[in-house]
């Protein structure tokens, strides 16, 4: 009788979790853990938990030298505690290089989270959730939580591509490579470059009939806001000739024109120059081999992109892309 009163007394503290949000910053030290092998470790982490404890075979737990926390069970899941949903899925907060912090703001790092209403150097690590009992949580003090429904939404889904985004073929990954480095050596650049390069919000992927097929055509969509590019107003074209000419006369001139344009038109033709141009040397390393068709850039702005079509897209990762396993 005893137990099941402390047991109910447990859970009824627990269910205090229904007032956190996901999203949520918590300070709650060393709730986050890596299980590796004393034998093997594979991180410091792992490796000085093991010596300290005298072990040198089975499994170790270590816990990530974090103070924060983010909670990212979804935050209708915390309504309700019981002894069947008495767990939720936390990650540790790291602080990052700025460049690295702007690059997951924009979304472009898959693995980090930008927390906004944390500071503009704070992320969350994907990589390293936990599975933590909800009474971890009791009287943890709230460090910030997402404050608009569009910040909201926004967590939900890079917690939601991190989960499912899809794996790419090596002979993708390897046509995409250079056109990827360029993007993040360029990005945050004091250029011209760099600021068309800020503009974007993300970069997606394309793959017809499918990126399992044998050799398929790849399309690069550089994603942008409309004030960045506007529409397109009824019955007007794009001119293919100043397309080229912009093309021929290389990168700094295609971004310098990108900028210093407000024409609808003129400005749609210089960001599709540009991104030719980012993509070239992934174009050239597609004609080097049979495993992949083609590959070009199109650009578009967030009503453009339908749902199905940014369903079938994966957002691509600059820091690193998911290959198959061999």
């Known amino acids: 009788m005893t137990q099941e009163v402390e047991y109910g007394g447990a859970l009824e503290r627990a269910a205090v979790v229904a007032t956190l949000i996901q999203g949520e910053v918590l300070a709650v030290a060393d709730a986050c853990v890596v299980i590796g092998d004393a034998a093997a470790p594979l991180s ?11 072990m040198t075979e089975g499994l170790v737990m270590a816990p990530h030298v974090v103070d924060d926390i983010v909670l990212l069970t979804q935050t209708c899941d915390l309504q309700r505690t019981t002894t069947e949903k008495r767990t939720c899925q936390v990650a540790p907060v790291l602080r990052v290089d700025t460049q690295i912090a702007s690059q997951a703001r924009r979304g ?23 599975t933590v009992e909800r009474s971890v949580l009791v009287g943890a003090e709230s460090l910030g939580r997402p404050e608009t429904s569009e910040e909201q939404l926004r967590f939900a889904d890079a917690v939601a591509r991190y989960l499912t985004r899809p794996a790419l073929p090596d002979a993708v990954v390897e046509v995409l490579a250079p056109f990827l ?32 097929a044998e050799s398929p055509a790849l399309t690069v969509l550089a994603l942008l806001n409309e004030a960045d590019l506007p529409l397109l107003p009824p ?11 912009l093309v021929q006369q290389g990168i700094a001139r295609a971004a310098k024109t990108v900028l210093a344009t407000s024409d609808p038109v003129r ?28 590959v070009e850039a199109n650009v578009l702005n967030g009503e453009e992109l339908s749902y199905a079509r940014s369903r079938n ?13 061999t």
């Open 44 to 54: 410091a982490e792992v490796a000085d938990t093991a010596a300290e404890l005298g």
């Open 108 to 130: 472009r790092l898959p693995r980090y989270v930008a927390l906004p209403w944390l500071d503009d150097q704070s992320v969350v690590d994907l990589s390293l959730i936990t």
């Open 181 to 212: 480095t360029r993007i993040k050596d360029k990005h945050d650049k004091n250029s011209d470059e760099g600021r068309c390069l800020d503009k974007v919000a993300e970069f997606r992927l394309e793959a017809v009939p499918d990126i399992d």
């Open 235 to 245: 019955g007007a074209d794009l001119d293919d000739e100043r397309i080229d000419a």
């Open 267 to 294: 400005k749609r033709e210089a960001w599709t120059a540009l991104a030719e141009l980012w993509v070239q040397p992934a174009v050239n390393k597609a004609a080097q081999t049979e495993d992949v068709g083609s």
């Open 313 to 325: 897209t994966p957002v691509l990762d600059l820091q690193y892309l998911s290959t198959r396993p």
